[in-house]
C-alpha cells in the first residue's frame, strides 16, 4: 500500500469559473472569452519508500500523479472541460529501471447544473476518456463512459457534504481477455466533508470512495483523510 507523503493543489481561475453554476439569466456566451475559460493544476506524490521493504518484497515504486485541467463556461449552468493527465514513475524492483513518464487517457467532460438552492445543488456530469495512450489503442478501447449524479449541501458557515454516484463503463471493439482481472464496468460512490473553522485557507477535508466493481463482485473500499 502506497503512503502519500505530499499532496498539493494549484488552482488558477478566471473570476468567472467561480460562476460557472450561476443559476442567473446571465447570458454567459456574452462574455468575453477570457472570463468564461478556467484552469488549474493538481499534483499528488506517492511512495512506498517510507515502507520497510519486507512488506513491499522490495518492488517500492514512487509515483507523481499529474492533472492540468482546463475548462469553458457554455451558460450560467453548464459547462465543458478537458483534463490531461500523466505521471513520473521511479521504478526500484531491486535492480531499478530509472525514471518513466507515462500518460493516461485523457477525458473530456459535459457539466450541468439541474436544480440549485441557497444551500443545496444538484449536477449532472457526463465524461468522456479518450484512447489517447498506446495502452488504450493496444487493448482495442474505444473510449470509457462515465455519467455521474451529484449533490453538494452546505450545512452552514463552516460545513459542507458532497455525494456523488457514478457509473463507469469500458468499450472495446473486442472484448479483453483478462475481463475477470480488470472488469470492464463499475459503480462508484464517493462522499466528501469539508470544515473550514480553522482556517479559510487551510480547510479540514475528509473522503470516502467506494467502487463495485460488477463482473466479479470484489469491493473496493479507499479512505482518504
Not at 456574452?30 to 519508500?49: F, N, Q
Not at 457526463?126 to 478501447?141: G, H, M, Y
Amino acid at each position: 500500500m502506497k503512503r502519500i507523503i505530499a499532496i498539493a493543489t494549484l488552482v488558477a481561475a478566471t473570476g468567472a469559473m467561480a460562476q460557472s453554476t450561476s443559476t442567473t439569466d446571465i447570458d454567459v456566451s456574452a462574455k468575453p472569452l477570457s472570463e468564461r475559460v478556467g484552469m488549474w493544476y493538481y499534483g499528488e506524490l506517492d511512495t512506498d519508500s517510507l515502507i520497510d521493504a519486507k512488506q513491499t518484497k522490495g518492488e517500492r515504486v514512487t509515483e507523481f500523479l499529474n492533472y492540468l485541467n482546463v475548462s469553458l463556461d457554455l451558460t450560467s449552468t453548464s459547462s465543458i472541460d478537458t483534463t490531461f493527465r500523466m505521471y513520473l514513475t521511479d521504478e526500484n524492483k531491486g535492480n531499478g529501471e530509472g525514471d518513466r513518464y507515462q500518460e493516461l487517457d485523457q477525458r473530456v467532460r459535459y457539466t450541468k447544473v439541474l436544480s440549485k438552492t441557497a444551500s443545496t445543488r444538484f449536477r449532472f456530469r457526463q465524461t468522456i476518456e479518450l484512447p489517447t495512450t498506446d495502452a488504450s489503442r493496444d487493448a482495442n478501447k474505444i473510449m470509457r463512459f462515465k455519467p455521474a449524479l451529484d449533490m453538494s449541501h452546505t450545512f452552514d458557515d463552516v460545513n459542507s457534504l458532497i455525494v456523488s454516484l457514478g457509473f463507469n463503463k469500458d468499450i472495446y471493439t473486442e472484448a479483453p481477455a483478462a475481463t475477470a482481472e480488470t472488469s470492464s464496468h463499475y459503480g462508484t460512490a464517493w462522499i466528501s466533508y469539508t470544515n473550514t473553522k480553522l482556517s479559510e485557507k487551510y480547510k479540514f477535508k475528509t473522503e470516502l470512495e467506494l467502487t463495485q466493481r460488477m463482473a466479479h463482485s470484489s469491493d473496493k473500499c479507499n479512505l482518504f483523510i
